[in-house]
């Protein structure tokens, strides 16, 4: 559901409006701090000194899902784990926007023949906008994921889903 | 008004043993409390279900699983050479440590000899992950205490110690840089060097780290006499690594039942005293492994110097077959104690592949010592212990 | 101590009932299962012996039996044994040494849901890694992978 939808006649014009709410959504995402396993080392170290995520307007990490919009699904989700990664995606208030981030969260990642414990993929349980491969992804591939999924923003629309 | 007053100096008098003092003061309803798996002061997804009377812990039931991946499974499935990767997610910040506690174990079922100057570098990488695992402790108990700024610091030595393992093995986090019988690659042009003046750099901001974190008084009073583990206790519960130093015991498996080339090198292993509270409190911990990272430094120098000439891998087939037999070898992670169990049928997969690590018997020493703490302290002693979930979990 | 001369010490104060095996690269004393909670606390409690320290307890699944590995250490004297104690498959049921060493309170759980092996007298038996709805146990052998798990492929 969109900020506006269905409450005025379809020919109302939203461009500048659109322009204005993506620029500002695109440029501040707040992650919540939710990391799994081994690629959660690779985030923190994206939001230290030398990657400095803060250069593309995501460096505040929140702890409460609530005052967050971006969830970086760092790592292996297990079966157990599932149900758990579910709630706190519902409790994220809206918009927000998820990345997989590394393997695991893509597909289930190297457990993903053997291993009788590990979900095969995040998209499983929740929607995902962003896919980004690697185990683990290096800064910068999480930080092109970051660009990918600020351009997906700007396409949005305040009228339509 | 004047009640209140009085209530309100009652409570700012109340500074150190606030638990024993407030138990006797207030006694409510115990409630039951989830803490985790997701929550800002976890080490990952380790879910505590805390029974406590307001700030004050009664009972501490840890549930762990939530990143049980059935690595001991995948094992079973797998022939020897292609679970070397595996090992790298059992401790991801100490994967190097964890490739070489592997390769040895298998070294030994199969009767394998390793060439000099690849125990050598084996030594090399695992000391330099001992120093970056570390250094990440060190910046997690600074968010754990409030501190921001020591993580900064800590990853931006670590992120060097990073650029020294990718232009050895490629990778930043996950190495499988160890093979059975060696090592993958021989150093790179420029590695010996590098390494050197690091090891001159990171001298020098230990010093700085000591000034800005391990001695300054808040976080001091934040860390002595908090979390308090007896020696006996931790024997008890099967604690190993700078957990079981810090509480005074002098036991290294570097020194007490040596391997690879450590019996050549020289260095101390540093030991919780009780400087600033108790012997085995949260400080005694920390300071353990800011030590380590000297003596680590000591070593990785002295084994640049005497790295030999040589082949780096012995000459290991594709697919081999270990005699029937059965092997424990152990091995010192930065966590803790690394064992592996591996039973051998004469097929190229191992039969069973049991994985003991530090953290998870580290872990289960928590709840004995948390009874009658409060809330905060509770996330300063198990930051102290600096337990690793799919360690615990596999 | 080596595990030869700790087995003889052993045999003096226990006597029959327990078997050695001069296995090169792992030594181990075969106990039965009714007499390992007798044999642990020799060991723990003897001062020459003092293994004060359970390294490592598991389980593996043989083709004939479920055998549990008990790896224990004394800090004090710095020597180490590794005890087998062999139980049926289609009861497996060992005691509990959890009030020997408190470490073994969490090996024995893990052994309990990955393996189904009882250990009588535990304080604590339930799953430990695996969710508490689980079926089966996956370090048998035998074990089938389930297609779903709460709806989920698996």
């Given at each position: 559901?969109?900020?506006?939808?269905?409450?005025?006649?379809?020919?109302?014009?939203?461009?500048?409006?659109?322009?204005?709410?993506?620029?500002?959504?695109?440029?501040?995402?707040?992650?919540?701090?939710?990391?799994?396993?081994?690629?959660?080392?690779?985030?923190?170290?994206?939001?230290?000194?030398?990657?400095?995520?803060?250069?593309?307007?995501?460096?505040?990490?929140?702890?409460?899902?609530?005052?967050?919009?971006?969830?970086?699904?760092?790592?292996?989700?297990?079966?157990?784990?599932?149900?758990?990664?579910?709630?706190?995606?519902?409790?994220?208030?809206?918009?927000?926007?998820?990345?997989?981030?590394?393997?695991?969260?893509?597909?289930?990642?190297?457990?993903?023949?053997?291993?009788?414990?590990?979900?095969?993929?995040?998209?499983?349980?929740?929607?995902?906008?962003?896919?980004?491969?690697?185990?683990?992804?290096?800064?910068?591939?999480?930080?092109?994921?970051?660009?990918?999924?600020?351009?997906?923003?700007?396409?949005?629309?305040?009228?339509?889903? | 008004?004047?009640?209140?007053?009085?209530?309100?100096?009652?409570?700012?008098?109340?500074v150190k043993d606030a638990a024993s003092h407030m138990a006797e003061v207030v006694v409510g309803e115990e409630m039951l409390i989830n803490m985790g798996p997701q929550h800002p002061s976890t080490h990952g997804v380790l879910n505590k279900v805390l029974k406590t009377d307001g700030e004050i812990i009664s009972e501490v039931f840890p549930q762990i699983g939530y990143l049980h991946r059935g690595l001991e499974k995948i094992a079973e499935k797998l022939n020897y050479h292609q679970f070397m990767p595996y090992t790298d997610?059992?401790?991801?910040?100490?994967?190097?440590?964890?490739?070489?506690?592997?390769?040895?174990?298998?070294?030994?079922?199969?009767?394998?000899?390793?060439?000099?100057?690849?125990?050598?570098?084996?030594?090399?990488?695992?000391?330099?992950?001992?120093?970056?695992?570390?250094?990440?402790?060190?910046?997690?108990?600074?968010?754990?205490?409030?501190?921001?700024?020591?993580?900064?610091?800590?990853?931006?030595?670590?992120?060097?110690?990073?650029?020294?393992?990718?232009?050895?093995?490629?990778?930043?986090?996950?190495?499988?840089?160890?093979?059975?019988?060696?090592?993958?690659?021989?150093?790179?042009?420029?590695?010996?060097?590098?390494?050197?003046?690091?090891?001159?750099?990171?001298?020098?901001?230990?010093?700085?780290?000591?000034?800005?974190?391990?001695?300054?008084?808040i976080f001091i009073d934040r860390m002595a006499k908090v979390g308090v583990l007896p020696a006996d206790l931790a024997v008890d519960y099967g604690v190993t690594g700078p957990a079981l130093r810090g509480s005074g015991v002098k036991w290294d498996l570097r020194k007490n039942e040596p391997y690879s080339v450590y019996p050549e090198l020289e260095f101390d292993i540093p030991v919780g005293k009780g400087e600033l509270g108790k012997v085995g409190d949260a400080w005694d911990r920390y300071m353990v492994r800011m030590r380590?990272?000297?003596?680590?430094?000591?070593?990785?120098?002295?084994?640049?110097?005497?790295?030999?000439?040589?082949?780096?891998?012995?000459?290991?087939?594709?697919?081999?077959?270990?005699?029937?037999?059965?092997?424990?070898?152990?091995?010192?992670?930065?966590?803790?104690?690394?064992?592996?169990?591996?039973?051998?049928?004469?097929?190229?997969?191992?039969?069973?592949?049991?994985?003991?690590?530090?953290?998870?018997?580290?872990?289960?020493?928590?709840?004995?010592?948390?009874?009658?703490?409060?809330?905060?302290?509770?996330?300063?002693?198990?930051?102290?212990?600096?337990?690793?979930?799919?360690?615990?979990?596999? | 101590?080596?595990?030869?001369?700790?087995?003889?010490?052993?045999?003096?104060?226990?006597?029959?009932?327990?078997?050695?095996?001069?296995?090169?690269?792992?030594?181990?004393?075969?106990?039965?299962?009714?007499?390992?909670?007798?044999?642990?606390?020799?060991?723990?409690?003897?001062?020459?012996?003092?293994?004060?320290?359970?390294?490592?307890?598991?389980?593996?699944?043989?083709?004939?039996?479920?055998?549990?590995?008990?790896?224990?250490?004394?800090?004090?004297?710095?020597?180490?044994?590794?005890?087998?104690?062999?139980?049926?498959?289609?009861?497996?049921?060992?005691?509990?040494?959890?009030?020997?060493?408190?470490?073994?309170?969490?090996?024995?759980?893990?052994?309990?849901?990955?393996?189904?092996?009882?250990?009588?007298?535990?304080?604590?038996?339930?799953?430990?890694?695996?969710?508490?709805?689980?079926?089966?146990?996956?370090?048998?052998?035998?074990?089938?992978?389930?297609?779903?798990?709460?709806?989920?492929?698996?």
């Amino acid at each position: 559901m969109s900020l506006i939808e269905n409450r005025f006649n379809k020919n109302l014009i939203v461009t500048s409006a659109d322009y204005f709410i993506n620029w500002g959504r695109a440029n501040s995402l707040w992650p919540v701090s939710f990391g799994l396993a081994c690629c959660a080392i690779e985030m923190m170290a994206t939001g230290m000194a030398r990657y400095d995520i803060a250069r593309f307007g995501a460096e505040a990490f929140r702890p409460s899902p609530r005052q967050a919009d971006l969830m970086i699904v760092a790592g292996t989700i297990t079966h157990k784990m599932a149900s758990r990664v579910k709630l706190i995606y519902e409790q994220m208030s809206e918009p927000k926007y998820v990345m997989a981030m590394g393997s695991c969260a893509c597909s289930g990642g190297p457990f993903v023949k053997h291993s009788y414990a590990v979900l095969k993929g995040a998209d499983l349980v929740i929607p995902v906008d962003v896919y980004i491969p690697g185990c683990p992804p290096r800064p910068e591939a999480l930080l092109e994921g970051l660009m990918k999924l600020q351009k997906l923003i700007r396409q949005k629309s305040i009228a339509k889903k | 008004m004047s009640e209140k007053l009085k209530l309100d100096n009652r409570s700012t008098s109340i500074v150190k043993d606030a638990a024993s003092h407030m138990a006797e003061v207030v006694v409510g309803e115990e409630m039951l409390i989830n803490m985790g798996p997701q929550h800002p002061s976890t080490h990952g997804v380790l879910n505590k279900v805390l029974k406590t009377d307001g700030e004050i812990i009664s009972e501490v039931f840890p549930q762990i699983g939530y990143l049980h991946r059935g690595l001991e499974k995948i094992a079973e499935k797998l022939n020897y050479h292609q679970f070397m990767p595996y090992t790298d997610r059992i401790d991801y910040l100490a994967a190097m440590n964890c490739n070489l506690a592997y390769a040895m174990a298998i070294e030994k079922l199969a009767a394998i000899e390793v060439p000099k100057r690849a125990e050598y570098i084996r030594v090399i990488m695992a000391e330099l992950n001992r120093i970056a695992t570390h250094l990440v402790f060190m910046g997690t108990m600074g968010l754990e205490t409030g501190a921001w700024t020591p993580i900064v610091y800590g990853f931006r030595e670590r992120e060097e110690i990073l650029d020294l393992f990718e232009m050895t093995c490629g990778q930043r986090l996950t190495y499988n840089y160890m093979r059975i019988g060696g090592v993958s690659d021989d150093l790179p042009n420029g590695f010996v060097d590098k390494a050197r003046k690091f090891c001159d750099v990171l001298e020098k901001k230990l010093v700085e780290y000591n000034n800005l974190l391990s001695y300054n008084q808040i976080f001091i009073d934040r860390m002595a006499k908090v979390g308090v583990l007896p020696a006996d206790l931790a024997v008890d519960y099967g604690v190993t690594g700078p957990a079981l130093r810090g509480s005074g015991v002098k036991w290294d498996l570097r020194k007490n039942e040596p391997y690879s080339v450590y019996p050549e090198l020289e260095f101390d292993i540093p030991v919780g005293k009780g400087e600033l509270g108790k012997v085995g409190d949260a400080w005694d911990r920390y300071m353990v492994r800011m030590r380590e990272i000297e003596q680590s430094i000591r070593i990785v120098r002295q084994a640049l110097d005497k790295l030999p000439a040589g082949d780096v891998r012995a000459k290991v087939g594709r697919i081999f077959k270990p005699a029937q037999g059965e092997v424990y070898v152990r091995a010192e992670n930065p966590r803790g104690e690394l064992g592996f169990y591996v039973v051998s049928d004469g097929s190229a997969n191992p039969y069973r592949l049991k994985i003991r690590t530090g953290s998870f018997n580290n872990l289960s020493a928590v709840p004995p010592i948390s009874k009658g703490m409060m809330i905060s302290d509770f996330v300063i002693t198990l930051g102290s212990f600096d337990v690793v979930l799919p360690e615990i979990d596999r | 101590m080596t595990a030869n001369v700790i087995f003889e010490k052993l045999r003096a104060r226990f006597g029959e009932g327990i078997e050695f095996q001069d296995n090169s690269l792992l030594p181990f004393i075969k106990v039965r299962p009714d007499s390992i909670r007798k044999v642990a606390d020799i060991l723990r409690n003897n001062p020459d012996l003092g293994f004060d320290s359970l390294m490592c307890l598991t389980a593996v699944d043989n083709p004939a039996n479920f055998t549990i590995v008990y790896f224990l250490f004394s800090m004090k004297h710095q020597h180490k044994v590794t005890l087998k104690v062999e139980t049926p498959k289609d009861n497996p049921n060992v005691p509990t040494v959890e009030k020997i060493w408190s470490a073994a309170n969490w090996f024995e759980r893990e052994v309990y849901d990955l393996f189904g092996v009882k250990f009588d007298g535990h304080s604590n038996l339930v799953r430990i890694m695996l969710p508490d709805d689980w079926e089966g146990y996956p370090l048998r052998k035998d074990y089938q992978y389930p297609a779903t798990y709460r709806g989920l492929p698996l």
